[in-house]
Structures are given as structure tokens and as C-alpha cells.
């Protein structure tokens, strides 16, 4: 039998191997830190067989695959823990979920936040105990018998379910046993860093008709230094919270009359206007020409889009002289509109289109979350139309100009590559010829991609770029969809260098996808310290009393006149309170004007970079400041907070 692991290697054996048997194989040192096997694509345990030829890849404590398996058999550990100090509690589901696990119960008994510490204390006994995770099965009328006895009605429905004939996987730890596919580790003992984080309230299968029961979220590391550096950066999150900083900013806001609505506030205007001033700035040097296309057109558009098939539960329509019409959730047909408005000849592609059009998407309230989860929201599009052997240039072109503004705010990105979902249109030919256009253009520039089946878009495979911010998260922002279809669907035409009609390729792009949402991740990124040339307000001058007012307002002036954003706190306050102020406002620099700088013609210059600069003249002050905002550099911050 050979074992093709994940390096390309092969390993041959005459007889039947476990995982764990062949993690010994290749070393000890790689079993010890094994929790699963990948066998052919499928997650496995360690104690499971192979006996024919196969690929194989070992999964350790630090992947994604191995961490998943910790944090399952994690959630079975709360599980049994509940079952010791709680015995009527009846158990739902258990999964591993991406930041921990979560388990859904039935409790007579109201469980809070207050109980927790009891709980993880019996679950740390249960480690302790080093129990082992055996998987046995049943056919299924045994299963449902056995969950019957224990009063599991959850655990019943679901087998129930299963077809008659199934063989039900069942996972056994000391005196506890749960129903699970799998897999798991091989004891308790391998769950070494966890903590219960939260609980909420969960319908039985996701259905509001059912039984609300209650749900508890925890998570779990391989190692107690990962766990304290997951609950750091929580807790970092919260402080950086773009609502909270934008409550103290007065940048946004929403209100009850709007849930998911977001209204911008004078300073959230400055931060989004100066944001789509380099956005503007950077697509016009790349050939870019911006429109602009209504937010409401006729309901026929997106029937022939495809939107009203595939998107319509996400629209929000209304009828005009007896006429639907829907507002727009996405720009593209407007965009299609407006190549059509008159012929185009070869010589003309790839044409680029742009705007940053206001798109409405229904979300159901309780996704809603400030910025980054709302009801309407502008989304940077691109539309090019090129020809077909345009593509993989273009794709190029465009990874390029990505890049460049995700460099401009220091972001680390990775690439998915999303293939082909269920629901779609076109032909498999068509997916295929895009698909490999895209693969096509990420491996001649050498950029690695990771592949996301059956996430594209309904029209067409994309490019998903995922950034990463100062705390580790990442976010989905930019995207790169390549279309066959709406040029088909739309009759889209030009006139090639043969002189007859082709129809041109459809790329769909956005930079940073929503950009309300693109301000959120920049405001938690940041803690609300934005760049100079971002920030709403740049300078405060600040007089020591009244006495020095006229002083201030001469300078006030002088940096105004120079297009730089300035502010005078005029206010009967003591210095060191007018400092403290604007500095928990986040101001980039402060200006204090006393006698001396009214006698000598200077200011004494204080920064959120590097606290005292020092005196300076007004001229001198301006000219550098001047020049951080017009080249848009970020300095280094004071403190090592980004």
C-alpha cells in the first residue's frame, strides 16, 4: 500500500497502518504533536485504519484541522461536565466552530455566566482523568433505544433522521457518550488550554417554531500561551471597537428609525471623503473613468441579470406606476447600461468603469453589527469589459492596483481562489475557461492562492483577497469575479479587428468592498489613531488662557489658509485638561501657545508620534505637515499601539 503525504513523499507498507503508526514512522517527535489524520480530503482519528493506497496528511496541534479536533473533543468535555453537575440537562449539538466550539443544552436549571467557573473546574477534571475517546457504532434503531434510556430527545431526533439502514458513529469517555461523527482525540488529556467565553440563546435546528435552548461558547489551544494570547486580543478588540471609537470620534451613528442604516457624522464624512479622494486619485492614473448609475431600475434588469433569481430574498423592491422596480443591491447591471448606450470597437478595451455606487441588501437584524454588517453601504465596483485575450493581463493590471492600496495601510493579505457554487449559471465550460483564467494570472505572478470550492459568485469564479489586521483577524475585502454570463445574458457586443461583432469578457472588482465596512476594519486597526492625512482633525491649537487667544486665532488661521484641518479649544480649561482632551480624541498634533511662543513667534509643537517636538515656527510647522498629508505617510506611533 503507498501513503502520499502532503510533502508529495510516498511511503510503502505491506500491512495495514493507523494514523497515529504512521505519524511514529515518520517521527516521534510528529506523533506527539498529532491530533488527526486527513485521509483522501477527510478528517479522521488517529486510531483509524488505512489499508489501501491513499493520500495522507498529518494534522498537528498548530493547523487548522488539528486545532478544529481539540476544540471538538473540547465541546464533548463541556458536554460531560454538564451531564456530572447538571444530570437532567438534555445535549443537542457540539461542533467546533472557527474561533472555539459551542454546545447547544435543554436545562431546567437557568444557566448564567456565574456557573461557569464551576463548570470549567469539573472540565479540567475530566482532562485531568486522561479518559479515552473511543468510537464505537450502532445500527440505527440500537442508537435511538440507547438515547432513549438516557433521556436525549435532541440526540433521538437526529438519528431519526438518518436513513434506516445507517450505522451510527458514537464516541465513548468514561461514563459519558455522545453521538458524533468525529473525529476526536484520543483522550481527554489533550485539551489543555480552554475557557468558556459566553452564552446565548439558540433554537433547536435553527428554527424559531422550536424550543429556545441555551447555547455556550468556549474555546480551546493547544497551549495555555495561545489561549492567553486569544483572550489579550479579545479584550484588545473590545477597546478598539469601530462602534465605541466611533461614538467618541463623532464619526457615525444609527438610530432606531434605521437599524442597519448608517448616518455619517461631520468628522465620518472627512474620514470617508479623504479616503475616496485617494481611491479617485489611484483610479484615474489606472485608466479609470467613474460613473454613476441610479439606485432603483426596473425589475426586468435584474430578471435578466440573474440578481432576481439567484438574490431576490436580498432585495428590497417597490412598484412605480404599476411598474416593480428594485433597488439595487449590486452596481453591475448599471454599469452594463452603460456600455450599451453606443457601439465599441476593440480599440477601446479593456474599458474600465468605476463607482462608488449606495447598494441596499436585506440582513436579518440580529447579523447586523455597526459598520461591518449593514443594510446599505457604498461598494467600490469596477466593471472592465475586455476581450477574451485581454484576461490575464488585466487580471494582472488589477492585482497591482490592489496591492498598492492595501500597501499604502500596511495590510498583510492572503488570496482565495472561489470556484463554482451550486447555485450558478452558465455552462461547466464556461466555469472552467474562467476558472483557469484566474489560476492562470495568480500563478504567473507568483502569487500563492488558496483554493475555496463552491464559493463564487452565481455568475462567475473569483479572487477573494483577505487582509490582516494588528490583531491577527482577517477580513474579506477586495475581489476580482471574472463573467461570461451577464455579456451573454445582456447581448453585450464589439467590434473586433476583423470588423465583426465578439462579445467582450465581464470583470467585476472592488477594492474595498464596502466601504463603510473598509472604515471599520481602518478604525479598529488603528484605535481610531488614522493617519494624518485621514484624520478629521488635524491640529489643535490650544492657548494656555485668553490671554493668548488673539495669538492662537492668528495661527488658527495661518494653518487653515494652508489646507490643513485645525481646530482652537478656546475654552477656560487648564492646559494639562486641553492636552489630555485632545490627545483621547486622537488629534495628530497639538499646538501650545503661552507667553513664550507669543514673545519669540513660535508654537511648542506636541504629537501623538512623539509627544514633545519641541518649538517651532508656524511656517516650519505647516511646511511638514503639509508634506506628511500630500504624501499620505503614516508616522510611527508614540506607544506601540498601531
Request: charged share 30%; glycine share 6%; with cysteine.
Amino acid at each position: 500500500m503507498k501513503v502520499t503525504l502532503k510533502d508529495g513523499s510516498v511511503r510503502e507498507y505491506s500491512e495495514p497502518k493507523t494514523v497515529i503508526e504512521i505519524a511514529e514512522d515518520i517521527s516521534a517527535g510528529l506523533a506527539r504533536n498529532t491530533c488527526a489524520g486527513e485521509v483522501n480530503g477527510e478528517r479522521v482519528d488517529l486510531r483509524t485504519t488505512i489499508s489501501e493506497d491513499c493520500t495522507l496528511n498529518i494534522l498537528t496541534a498548530d493547523s487548522k484541522g488539528g486545532l478544529a479536533t481539540i476544540r471538538h473533543t473540547a465541546s464533548h468535555v463541556l458536554a460531560q461536565a454538564l451531564k456530572r453537575l447538571y444530570p437532567d440537562v438534555q445535549l443537542a449539538i457540539g461542533p467546533s466552530i472557527d474561533d472555539g466550539f459551542y454546545y447547544d443544552v435543554d436545562s431546567a436549571t437557568p444557566l448564567t455566566t456565574d456557573d461557569f467557573e464551576k463548570i470549567e473546574a469539573e472540565m479540567k477534571k475530566i482532562v485531568k482523568e486522561d479518559l479515552k475517546l473511543e468510537r464505537f457504532e450502532l445500527p440505527r434503531d440500537e442508537a435511538i433505544k440507547f438515547f432513549k434510556e438516557k433521556n436525549e430527545p435532541y440526540k433521538v431526533q437526529l438519528i431519526e433522521d438518518l436513513p434506516e439502514d445507517a450505522s451510527i458513529s458514537l464516541y465513548k469517555q468514561g461514563e459519558f457518550t455522545d453521538l458524533c461523527a468525529g473525529p476526536h482525540l484520543v483522550s481527554t488529556k489533550g485539551v489543555k488550554a480552554f475557557k468558556l467565553m459566553k452564552l446565548a440563546g439558540a433554537y433547536w435546528r435553527g428554527d424559531s417554531k422550536n424550543k429556545m435552548l441555551t447555547r455556550i461558547y468556549g474555546t480551546a489551544f493547544a497551549k495555555k500561551a495561545d489561549l492567553d494570547e486569544y483572550l489579550f486580543i479579545l479584550e484588545e478588540a473590545k477597546k478598539r471597537d469601530h462602534r465605541k471609537i466611533g461614538k467618541e470620534m463623532g464619526l457615525f451613528t444609527f438610530t432606531d428609525e434605521g437599524p442597519g442604516f448608517p448616518f455619517f457624522l461631520p468628522n465620518g464624512m472627512i474620514l470617508r471623503n479623504e479616503l475616496m479622494k485617494y481611491w479617485r486619485e489611484i483610479h484615474y492614473a489606472n485608466g479609470y473613468q467613474e460613473i454613476e448609475t441610479p439606485i432603483m431600475l426596473d425589475q426586468n434588469l435584474w430578471v435578466t441579470s440573474g440578481h432576481w433569481a439567484h438574490y431576490k430574498d436580498n432585495m428590497y423592491s417597490t412598484t412605480i406606476d404599476d411598474q416593480p422596480f428594485c433597488i439595487k443591491p449590486m452596481n453591475c447591471p448599471g454599469s452594463i447600461l452603460v456600455y450599451k448606450m453606443q457601439p465599441h470597437s476593440y480599440k477601446e478595451l479593456p474599458m474600465r468603469l468605476a463607482e462608488v455606487g449606495l447598494v441596499h441588501r436585506h440582513e436579518a437584524s440580529g447579523a447586523l453589527h455597526g459598520l461591518m454588517r449593514v443594510r446599505c453601504f457604498h461598494q467600490d465596483d469596477a466593471h472592465e469589459f475586455l476581450a477574451p485575450d485581454q484576461i490575464e493581463a488585466e487580471i494582472e493590471h488589477i492585482v497591482r492596483l490592489i496591492n498598492k492600496f492595501y500597501e499604502k495601510f500596511e495590510f498583510k493579505y492572503t488570496v482565495e481562489l472561489s470556484t463554482m457554487p451550486e447555485d450558478h449559471m452558465g455552462s461547466d465550460e464556461d466555469w472552467e475557461n474562467a476558472t483557469n483564467g484566474l489560476k492562470n494570472a495568480l500563478e504567473k505572478m507568483g502569487i500563492p492562492y488558496e483554493i475555496n470550492e463552491g464559493d463564487g459568485a452565481f455568475y462567475g469564479p473569483k479572487i477573494d483577497f483577505h487582509l490582516e489586521d494588528c490583531l491577527k483577524r482577517t477580513w474579506q475585502c477586495g475581489t476580482i469575479q471574472l463573467d461570461f454570463q451577464l455579456p451573454h445574458n445582456f447581448d453585450l457586443k464589439y467590434i473586433g479587428a476583423d470588423g465583426e461583432e465578439h462579445q467582450p469578457v465581464m470583470i467585476h472588482r472592488v477594492v474595498f468592498g464596502s466601504v463603510e465596512r473598509f472604515l471599520g476594519i481602518l478604525t479598529e486597526n488603528y484605535a481610531g489613531k488614522f493617519p494624518t492625512w485621514l484624520s478629521p482633525v488635524q491640529v489643535r491649537v490650544l492657548p494656555i488662557s485668553d490671554k493668548f487667544s488673539e495669538y492662537a486665532k492668528q495661527i488658527t488661521d495661518k494653518i487653515k489658509a494652508a489646507s490643513i484641518r485645525v481646530e482652537m479649544d478656546e475654552r477656560a480649561e487648564k492646559i494639562g485638561f486641553k492636552i489630555r482632551e485632545a490627545t483621547l480624541q486622537r488629534v495628530p498634533y497639538m499646538l501650545v501657545v503661552g507667553a513664550k511662543e507669543q514673545e519669540s513667534g513660535m508654537v511648542s509643537v506636541r504629537s501623538r508620534y512623539a509627544g514633545d517636538e519641541g518649538s517651532k515656527t508656524v511656517e516650519e510647522f505647516i511646511s511638514a505637515v503639509s508634506e506628511e498629508i500630500r504624501d499620505r505617510v503614516r508616522r510611527e506611533e508614540k506607544t506601540t499601539e498601531k
